[in-house]
C-alpha cells in the first residue's frame, strides 16, 4: 500500500512539473508564464518531496522534505510576485487577450512606487483613526 501511494505521488508531482514546462512554452506572455510556472512547479516538487519522505522513512529526511517544502513555499511566490512586479514596472506588454489591468495608472514613474489603492480617482479610501 505504501509503495502505491509513493508511486501516485511521484508520479503526480512529475505530471505537475510536466504541465508546468509545458505552459512555460505555451503562455503567451510573461505574467500568465510567472503564474503558471510558479503554482505548478511548487506543487509539483512538493508532492515528490512527501514521496521521497515516504520512501526513505527517516526522521531526518522527513524534516529535511518538510523544511524544503516550506522554503520552496514562500521563494517561489515571493520570486514569482517580484518578478511580476518588475514585469510591470518595466512595461512588458501584456497579452492582447487580457481583459483588464486593475494596476493600470497604480504606478508613479517618479517615486517608483505602486499603490494598492486607487491612485488617480476622485474616490479615496477612507483613512481609519489608527493611519494617521
Not at 512527501?50 to 527517516?58: E, G, H, I, P, W
Not at 483588464?100 to 474616490?123: C, F, M, P, R, W
Amino acid at each position: 500500500m505504501k509503495d502505491i501511494l509513493i508511486m501516485l505521488l511521484s508520479t503526480f508531482g512529475a505530471m505537475f512539473i510536466l504541465s508546468s514546462s509545458i505552459g512555460l512554452l505555451r503562455k503567451p506572455d510573461v505574467y500568465l508564464r510567472i503564474s503558471v510556472t510558479a503554482k505548478a512547479s511548487t506543487l509539483g516538487i512538493s508532492l515528490i518531496l512527501v514521496s521521497a519522505a515516504l520512501f526513505f522513512n527517516d526522521y531526518s529526511v522527513t524534516t529535511r522534505a518538510v523544511a524544503i517544502i516550506l522554503f520552496v513555499f514562500l521563494t517561489i511566490s515571493i520570486g514569482g510576485h517580484l518578478l511580476a512586479r518588475a514585469a510591470y514596472i518595466t512595461k512588458t506588454p501584456i497579452w492582447k487577450g487580457t481583459k483588464t489591468d486593475d494596476l493600470q495608472g497604480q504606478y508613479d514613474a517618479v517615486t517608483h512606487k505602486l499603490y494598492s489603492e486607487k491612485h488617480h480617482s476622485a474616490i479615496k479610501p477612507e483613512k481609519s483613526e489608527n493611519n494617521i
